[in-house]
T-cell receptor
């Protein structure tokens, strides 16, 4: 299965600032997925990122707040913009290179103060 | 819309006990079901993947079963160990929306030494 390197692993940020999270995959994948996990809750899909096209956002998530880049088949970034304490969550990227089993990054634990 | 429920939400058992975690889903038209483990503040580790045509999968002390018609899956952990303490999540992938992945809210397991 694919190996994903996700950075940073954690950060504490001031409200109003932005944080960019990176995910690097050890193989080429068509789609990358970004999830949010709020404290004590399960995972919610933010968006799906295809290389060479704009990301597809789920209901409740907008590009201005969570811009995503996908410059090639092994890399993607998610930016959390103009942060507020409500954005404090774990953010995870995932891929499905074989069309069957999802693999997740190690997560980014974000705290906004 | 697919809904995934996990019962119990939390479970505490003494070391050595065999245990069963439950996952139910409302729409039986699934492509596959995956069980994950999540340690506190971390990403997800895939444990077992069951395709819709399969009834069970085994890996070491773990056995996952799938009854698609009744919308249920169970994760059986044999001879539990303190290192098994984590949150266990199940997720289903619908047949008709391949890029969606619906997560349950998880079962938080504590195995006491």
């Amino acid at each position: 299965s694919a190996v994903i390197s996700q950075k940073p692993s954690r950060d504490i940020c001031q409200r109003g600032t932005s944080l960019t999270i990176q995910c690097q995959v050890d193989s080429q994948v068509t789609m990358m997925f970004w999830y949010r996990q709020q404290p004590g809750q399960s995972l919610t899909l933010i968006a799906t990122a295809n290389q060479g096209s704009e990301a597809t956002y789920e209901s409740g998530f907008v590009i201005d707040k969570f811009p995503i880049s996908r410059p090639n088949l092994t890399f993607s970034t998610l930016t959390v913009s103009n942060m507020s304490p409500e954005d404090s969550s774990i953010y995870l990227c995932s891929v499905d290179p074989t069309g069957g089993e999802y693999t997740f990054g190690s997560g980014t634990r974000l705290t906004v103060v | 819309k697919q809904e995934v429920t996990q019962i119990p939400a939390a479970l505490s058992v003494p070391e050595g006990e065999n245990l069963v975690l439950n996952c139910s889903f409302t729409d039986s038209a699934i492509y596959n079901l995956q069980w994950f483990r999540q340690d506190p503040g971390k990403g997800l580790t895939s444990l077992l993947l069951i395709q819709s045509s399969q009834r069970e999968q085994t890996s070491g002390r773990l056995n996952a079963s799938l009854d698609k018609s009744s919308g249920r899956s169970t994760l059986y952990i044999a001879a539990s160990q303190p290192g098994d303490s984590a949150t266990y999540l199940c997720a289903v992938r619908p047949q008709h929306n391949f890029n969606k992945f619906y997560f349950g809210s998880g079962t938080k397991l504590n195995v006491k030494p």
